[in-house]
């Protein structure tokens, strides 16, 4: 099955600066990867999501890149502010087909807790 | 209001007892999920759904059971649960096809003692 690394598991920068969070999967055929958001004793929620036919994605202040041949991808956050800090996910995943419908299956790596010091 | 809710929030479990997780979702999402959080593993995957009717196993499926009856409900059960379930679950759903976003519950968070 997929396997997806993340690192750091934990990051700590300076309120406007920038924080850079990265995945590794392993399987060749996942195409879809989404960044969650976790804040403390919340559910996580989608924050950006690339496809595999797509190199880098930005929404304002957070971008993804991908990399499909070394099968990596990353978040990057810029002009970080403290309602930043949360624990982040990635997450990959393959598409299974079932009655004709294709399906996929999250695949989540470790999360990395990111702290934003004003 | 639209969404996936899950009952109950928090239960404290004697070991052995069985224990059935509640979530429903009201968006006639075909996929539901659930998963596992653990400080330091993230979310793994217990079991899932693709469509009413049926079900797969995740990563770590032992010791859980689940049923897909309609499209609005997936229950996990824990038939005899043991202090290593002791987790935050998330049960999450998404619409299938190429829209592969996942939404989740609030979460249930179970202490097996």
């Known amino acids: 099955g997929e396997n997806v690394e993340q690192h750091p598991s934990t990051l700590s920068v300076q309120e406007g600066d920038s924080a850079v969070i990265k995945c590794t999967y392993s399987?060749?055929?996942?195409?879809?990867f989404p960044w969650y958001k976790q804040e403390l004793g919340k559910r996580p929620q989608l924050i950006i999501d690339?496809?595999?036919?797509?190199g880098e994605k930005k929404d304002q202040r957070i971008a993804v890149t991908l990399n499909k041949t070394a099968k990596h991808f990353s978040l990057h956050i810029t002009e970080t502010q403290p309602e930043d800090s949360a624990v982040y996910f990635c997450a990959a995943s393959i598409q299974e087909y079932a009655g004709g419908t294709s399906y996929g299956k999250l695949t989540f790596g470790q999360g990395t807790i990111l702290t934003v010091h004003p | 209001i639209a969404g996936i809710t899950q009952a109950p929030t928090s239960q404290i479990l004697a070991a052995g007892r069985r224990m059935t997780l509640r979530c429903t979702q009201d968006m006639r999402h075909n996929a539901m999920y659930w998963y596992r959080q653990d400080l330091g593993l993230g979310l793994r995957l217990i079991h899932y759904s693709n469509t009413a009717g049926t079900t797969g196993k995740g990563e770590v499926p032992d010791g859980y059971s689940v049923s897909r009856a309609n499209t609005d409900d997936f229950p996990l059960t824990l038939a005899s649960a043991v202090p290593s379930q002791t987790s935050v679950y998330f049960c999450?759903?998404?619409?299938?096809?190429?829209?592969?976003?996942?939404?989740f519950g609030q979460g249930t968070r179970l202490t097996v003692v």
């Open positions: 690339i496809r595999s036919n797509v």
């Open positions: 399987d060749s055929a996942s195409n879809y």
């Open positions: 999450a759903s998404s619409e299938g096809g190429m829209n592969t976003e996942a939404f």
